[in-house]
């Protein structure tokens, strides 16, 4: 028992919070951006997507209310920030094309909640002192999201590694995502998203990126899918609250639809190209 605890410490939390505090920086730089977005009134949902959906009027028609819910579901929240930029990184790619990540996956959600729900926003005066502020709270609350969900993750992860549990489980359902090229690490990293989406970096940290056999149409396909895919349990909770339990079902059913499809139109060419 002495060996799991020494392993967990020193090969399940140590090697994940040094990438974590790697990429910091980073991170903090596009948090300051989604701060000057959010107080200029313009970037609902871009810092939670459970807070976005809870602010919703439930005395709203309700066909708003659905469109917006979809919409608001393929924002790219603060949690997707640092994973999509963490994968980039990997690539070798530049950290900017995030930017162009976010305008395809609002591109969706405009298309797929009607262009009725994105309104010209009625831009707030800010202080300097607010902005500041602001910049503060999104990465207090980014680190305790963040912290929270890859201890958590990692100790589950690791737990059922060591029972030799873990790929079993993923290796079940890898035949689905075969077309996409996905391999049972992965599967397993999607599955920790699901719980918060800072987990993926724990999941792929903690399986070591080396031993992944990651190829370019791999990567592309694994960060097109997580920008898309369905979104964490407690925003699918908001919604359920809001429109009911089936309709929950159907936004998340639409969410792995759509970049399911979108993830195997990237591997597909990736892969064409490289040949």
């Not at 410490?9 to 596009?30: I, R, W």
């Not at 993750?153 to 590694?161: D, H, N, R, S």
Request: with cysteine; aromatic share 14%.
């Amino acid at each position: 028992m002495g060996g799991f605890f020494v392993g967990l410490v020193t090969d399940g939390f140590l090697p994940v919070f040094l990438a974590l505090l790697h990429h910091l920086p980073t991170v903090v730089v596009l948090l300051t951006v989604v701060s000057l977005f959010e107080h200029s009134g313009f970037a609902l949902g871009f810092s939670c997507t459970t807070l976005a959906i809870g602010t919703l009027d439930k005395n709203a028609d309700p066909l708003y209310k659905r469109r917006m819910t979809r919409f608001l579901t393929f924002i790219p929240c603060a949690a997707k920030a640092p994973v999509l930029l963490f994968l980039l990184t990997l690539m070798g790619l530049s950290v900017f094309l995030v930017v162009a990540l976010y305008i395809f996956a609002l591109a969706i959600g405009i298309i797929l909640g009607g262009n009725h729900v994105v309104r010209c926003p009625k831009f707030k005066r800010m202080t300097f002192n607010q902005f500041v502020w602001g910049i503060f709270l999104n990465i207090i609350e980014f680190l305790k999201r963040i912290s929270i969900g890859l201890i958590l993750a990692v100790a589950v992860l690791y737990t059922l590694q060591y029972l030799g549990w873990l790929l079993p489980m993923a290796e079940f359902i890898q035949p689905l995502f075969a077309p996409i090229g996905l391999t049972a690490p992965l599967i397993v990293a999607l599955l920790f998203g699901l719980i918060a989406k800072e987990m993926i970096i724990g999941v792929v940290v903690a399986f070591g990126v080396a031993s992944l056999g990651l190829t370019t149409a791999i990567m592309s396909s694994f960060i097109v899918f997580v920008l898309l895919y369905t979104t964490c349990f407690p925003s699918l909770m908001a919604i359920r609250a809001k429109l009911g339990f089936r309709y929950a079902c159907k936004i998340a059913a639409l969410n792995f639809a759509v970049a399911y499809i979108a993830a195997l139109i990237v591997f597909n060419v990736a892969v064409i190209i490289a040949l």
